[in-house]
């Protein structure tokens, strides 16, 4: 795994020759060694078809490529940095919130009214996140960024897990979501912040969850 937690905020990245680390424009803070950074043109991995996707659907945060021999520090905004780490799943996550990434891994978009149909788009709408996401996919490490930190909550077939829309940052593995209403206490206090919808997550995977109601 390239990606080395230094504190809540910062990721230590190793870069190796003929290998790639892609990272979002502007978050490197510090590096040592040889080690070369180029404004991404192709949109990662996925090359030009997957930067047009992205364009089309308003995923196309800039890339930079990071490439030769040393260590580069990231970090963006003050962000909460969570390192992800893939075995061959798919990782789907807003542009917007990937700090960096293995450049083993395939990049794309995925529509999201192709999981819960019209409810899937109106999920991307309470969410805040439009109607399409990104997705990584393949065998490698992903750094994305939260609000008040992240944890890391199990999703398996027997228990679904229930997400406040605007807590969500990404989830991994064979997991379907929905959109539900949810009627509680907190639509009575007048919070008005999202909580009379819920995502549903069920199958098997994980889900990451900010401390947060808060986008980027």
Do not use: C
């Amino acid at each position: 795994m390239p990606f080395r937690e230094i504190n809540s905020k910062m990721v230590e990245a190793t870069v190796r020759p003929g290998a790639t680390v892609f990272s979002q424009r502007g978050a490197m803070l510090a590096y040592k060694g040889d080690v070369s950074f180029t404004p991404n043109i192709q949109g990662g991995q996925g090359g030009l078809m997957s930067m047009i996707g992205r364009r089309a659907a308003g995923e196309a945060t800039p890339l930079m490529t990071v490439e030769g021999s040393g260590t580069v520090l990231f970090g963006h905004g003050g962000h909460h940095v969570q390192v992800i780490s893939l075995a061959g799943d798919t990782l789907y996550v807003e542009a917007d919130r990937l700090l960096a990434f293995d450049g083993t891994l395939q990049q794309g978009t995925m529509f999201l009214g192709s999981q819960g149909g019209v409810m899937g788009m109106v999920r991307g709408q309470v969410s805040g996140q439009g109607l399409f996401t990104t997705t990584l996919k393949g065998h490698g490490a992903v750094a994305v960024m939260a609000h008040g930190g992240v944890i890391e909550v199990p999703i398996t077939p027997q228990r679904p897990v229930h997400v406040d829309p605007q807590a969500y940052v990404a989830h991994h593995g064979e997991v379907r979501n929905r959109l539900s209403t949810a009627l509680g206490w907190r639509d009575m206090v007048g919070r008005g912040s999202g909580e009379a919808f819920q995502l549903e997550l069920s199958g098997t995977g994980s889900v990451y969850v900010q401390a947060s109601e808060e986008k980027l």
